[in-house]
Every structure is written in C-alpha cells, then in structure tokens.
C-alpha cells in the first residue's frame, strides 16, 4: 500500500494521507474510555470500600489482566486481522465492565471484586496499538519502498491523540462518578467501548493485510518480544505506566484530602493536557538528532520534574508542576514508539505496539497498588514517591542497555545503518 503523501512532514500532509480519517476517528472514539477505566475503578470501588489501597488493589488486577494478554490479542490481530479480534473482544469487555459494576455496587467480598477485574482487563480493546498498525501499513517500510518520513509525525499525532484521551477521559469520568453516580463513570466507559469498537471494526480497508504479515515464512512466527530493543523498550514504558497510576491515584487522594474531591479532574486534565501540547510540538519538529537519543532525553527530563511532586501541598503549584511532567512524557513516548519501526519487522508491530502498550498498564497497576497504599498509610503526598521511582529506575535501565534500541547493522555495525525489515535494508538515523 504505497503513500502519496509528500516526503515533507507535517500534520497538515500526515491528515492528507489517502484513507486515514476513515480509521482516526472511529479509532478516537473507540480509544476514548480506556482512559476512563482506571479511575472509574478507583472511585466507584473507593466509594464502597472506603479504601484508597483497595481501590488501586482492583485497579490493578485490571491493569496487570491487560499487560498479560494485549500482546496475545496484537499477535493474534497481526495473524487474523484487527476487525477479527475486535468484534468479540469489545462485547466481552462491555460484558465484564457490567459484572464489576454491579459486584462493587453491591459491596461484593474483594476477591470477587479481583475475579471480575480480571477480564475486564483482559479484554480491553487495544485500538491504539491497531491505530499505529495501520499508520505503520500506510508509511512504513516496505521491500523495494522508503518509509515515509511521516513515520515520526504519525508516531507523534497518535502520542497526541492518546492524551486528548487523558484530557477527557478522567475527567469525563470524574464528573459522571462524582456528579451522576458513582457507578456512572464505568457505565459510560463500558457503553463507549462497545459503539467505539464496533465502528473502529468496520473500517477494514485499512487494516493491515494479514496476507502481508505472513507471506514471508521468516517472519511468520516472529515474535516482537525476541527483539533485544523491545524488551528494553517495554522496561522503559513500565516507568511512564508508573507516572500515570502515581497521578491518578495520587491526585484523587490529595483533591480528597483537601476537601475539594472535584479538583481531581482539573489536576490530571493539567497533567494530561501538558502532555498532550508536548506531543503537538515534537509531531511539529524536524528533529536532527536521533529517537534514542531523545528517548533518554525525555525520560532524563521526566525524572527531574516529577522529583518535586511529593513536596508540592497547594493546588496551583501541583497544577504547575504536573504540567511540566506532562510536557515530559511525550517525548520518550513518541521516541519509543518511533523506534518500534525501525525495530521490529512489519509482521509484529501490532504485537510490540501492544507490549509497550501492555507495559504502560502494567506499570500504572503497579503504580495505583503501591501509590493507594503510601496514601491510605501516610497522606497523598507519599504517594508521589511512585513516579519518581518508576521514572528513575526506567532511566537507569535505558542508559545502561541504551546500545539495544540501534537495530541490527547491515555489515559492519555502525550504529547507523539498521535494517528495517526482513529482505530489506537502509540508512536510518538512531542516535
């Protein structure tokens, strides 16, 4: 599937892109509620337990169900196609949401409560990873075929895109729990996984074919996560998943214990909106230096702000600071995600996509468990410790196998000249 589009980057050429409004909008609604359900958790099981540390507990049964099998559910999306695993997937998730609901609602013993969340997690649709999948068809590398160097634009668009869904979702949900009903905000996440993904599913003209991903035989049982740069990769995001789960329950707590409870919306829409218009900025850049090198740059930067969170006790100056820790998370995502590209041959990029996806959920669970807990012990202000440890430990991990993230050299190793897909090699910049 060739592109069209001019080799000059920029959003305006990206959205030009034959095909592509007919899978991002589907693609916006149907990603929407995944921002939505881990704080939907947090309130409505908060609200019937009365506990902080239960609440994140649930959530992250939830978050680690989903890093356990979205990968299974990319590998099988690269295998049978994107609408085929779809089509049950949102029913059975719309299905498990319900069944949560309705065993929080009637203050079910916990364990119950974690036997639900189980695949609630495991079922959630990952319209993200299927949306980078089909940019990847439309631009990516091919034999015989330059990729676009919209690659980076389009990596960055979908950085934007999911932090648009930050922006609203926890505060749409925020504002359904805490204004309609508790249960509110899961009910309306359920109900937009359903529409969303059922439309996202028609759009089949522009899934990745499943003829492609399998025609050469080489590629056919390749698994994303047997790329030495996947697997740092998908350390790295543990961290970015921590920031996340710190903010969501940390906020909750800290808007809670100053009396203001709807100030919770507000902060994470800041946070998330800091992301967000880092993500527009760096989609707008022409970058000179390489994505390993502003993976690190980034997440060098998203350690230094987030080290502050846990001294700030006033809203103004948390809104100030959790705009600068937004602003640093989009660059070393869109940095990693650009990387998959160059990475990972095209028969496993919804795969890897769904690892670091997978990743982010997993260290968001890890986050919202420990952050619940620190805040439950000892007030909100500990629960900030969790991303500035998630942070520092994905630096350390990413300075010291940074030499991983260059693919494998044609030749002699340069650290320049990667290969980019099985049968097919060019210069690409990685520093």
């Given at each position: ?36 359900l881990t704080i939907g958790i947090v309130l409505l099981v908060q609200h019937t337990t009365g506990s902080y540390g239960s609440a994140g ?375």
């Amino acid at each position: 599937m060739a592109s069209t589009v001019s080799d000059r980057p920029g959003y305006g050429r990206l959205l030009r892109t034959p095909g592509a409004w007919t899978f991002l909008l589907p693609g916006f609604t149907a990603r929407q509620p995944f921002a939505m359900l881990t704080i939907g958790i947090v309130l409505l099981v908060q609200h019937t337990t009365g506990s902080y540390g239960s609440a994140g507990a649930v959530a992250a049964v939830t978050g680690v169900s989903m890093a356990l099998f979205a990968p299974q559910s990319g590998k099988l999306a690269d295998r049978i196609g994107q609408r085929a695993v779809l089509l049950p997937g949102v029913l059975v998730h719309a299905a498990s949401v319900s069944a949560l609901t309705a065993l929080a609602l009637a203050e079910a013993p916990l364990w119950l409560l974690f036997l639900a969340a189980v695949p609630t997690g495991a079922s959630v649709p990952q319209i993200g990873p299927m949306v980078r999948a089909r940019w990847a068809a439309l631009l990516g590398a091919a034999p015989g075929r330059k990729a676009s160097p919209l690659m980076p634009t389009a990596a960055a668009f979908e950085s934007v895109t999911d932090e648009l869904t930050f922006v609203i979702g926890p505060v749409l949900a925020t504002a359904l729990c805490t204004g309609v009903h508790p249960a509110a905000g899961l009910i309306a996440e359920a109900a937009l996984t359903l529409a969303g993904g059922l439309l996202f599913a028609a759009q089949h003209r522009t899934q990745p074919t499943v003829r492609a991903t399998t025609s050469i035989a080489s590629e056919r049982h390749t698994s994303a996560l047997s790329v030495a740069g996947v697997r740092v990769l998908a350390v790295a995001f543990l961290g970015i998943g921590a920031v996340f789960g710190g903010m969501q329950v940390s906020l909750t707590a800290f808007a809670e214990e100053i009396g203001r409870p709807g100030a919770n919306g507000l902060l994470y829409g800041i946070f998330a909106a800091g992301n967000m218009l880092a993500g527009i900025a760096c989609g707008a850049i022409a970058w000179k230096s390489g994505p390993r090198r502003r993976l690190i740059a980034g997440y060098a930067a998203l350690t230094l702000t987030a080290s502050g969170l846990w001294a700030v006790h006033s809203v103004p100056l948390l809104a100030g600071l959790g705009l600068l820790v937004g602003l640093s998370i989009a660059p070393a995502l869109i940095s990693g995600y650009t990387l998959v590209e160059a990475l990972v041959p095209a028969s496993a990029r919804t795969e890897a996509f769904t690892w670091l996806t997978g990743a982010v959920a997993l260290g968001q669970a890890a986050a919202v468990t420990v952050a619940g807990q620190l805040a439950d012990a000892h007030g909100a202000s500990t629960g900030f410790v969790v991303p500035l440890v998630g942070t520092v430990l994905a630096l350390v991990t990413l300075v010291t196998l940074r030499s991983r993230l260059t693919p494998r050299a044609s030749g002699k190793a340069s650290g320049r000249t990667v290969a980019r897909g099985i049968g097919h090699r060019e210069p690409v910049t990685v520093d």
